[in-house]
């Protein structure tokens, strides 16, 4: 005597495959939209990580230590395209306020961000942009002008508080504030 063969019809299937395919269809956007936003955040705290390690390598070597925007790891680039990567390097230039960069010994450099990476580095309270920092063997932001730093980084189409703002104060103190995503 066979006994009765348990398993699911096919209504119990489409049904179970539908209810799976909503909900599926609700979760990765949401998942999409969270991955966006972690990454907006680990920019963030990537490029705070690089100007710590930039300022602990000037007091540490008690050199001029700088920062720039690269996309070669070897040169600074002219614009401020902090998006391309940037450059940590022992600043070989004549003074603390001398008004552009000599690229000495590279320390580190960084590349492959998020392609969706935008990132702005001014002057603190102007629309100037700047296209490095420099600090000096004490660690101070070196005085090429009375004015802090202040680098917005964020990446395309995030959501909520995931975008980084990092001010440089002239004594090389960093601070991160979580901002709005425009």
Known sequence: MMGKIKGFTLVE????LAV??????IAIP???????????????????????????EAVKRAKRVSICASNDGAT????????EGWLVFIDD????????????????????????AVISARKTGTATDVSFIRFNS????????QLGRRFTAR???????AATQIDVGLAGM????????P
């Open 76 to 83: 600074c680039l002219a614009a401020n395209n902090w998006k």
């Open 13 to 16: 299937l489409m049904v179970t």
């Open 174 to 181: 960093l601070s991160t504030t979580k901002q709005a995503c």
């Open 155 to 161: 990446v395309t189409d995030c959501k909520g508080n």
């Open 30 to 56: 949401s998942f999409n939209q969270t991955m966006r936003n972690n990454s907006s955040s680990a920019l963030g705290s990537e490029l705070a990580g690089a100007l710590n390690y930039a300022r602990s």
């Open 93 to 116: 230039a004549a003074a603390d306020s001398t008004a552009a960069v000599t690229v000495g010994t590279v320390l580190r450099y960084w590349s492959d961000l998020n392609p969706l």
């Open 138 to 145: 004490t660690g101070a932001l070196a005085r090429v002008d």
């Open 20 to 25: 799976a395919a909503i909900a599926l269809g």
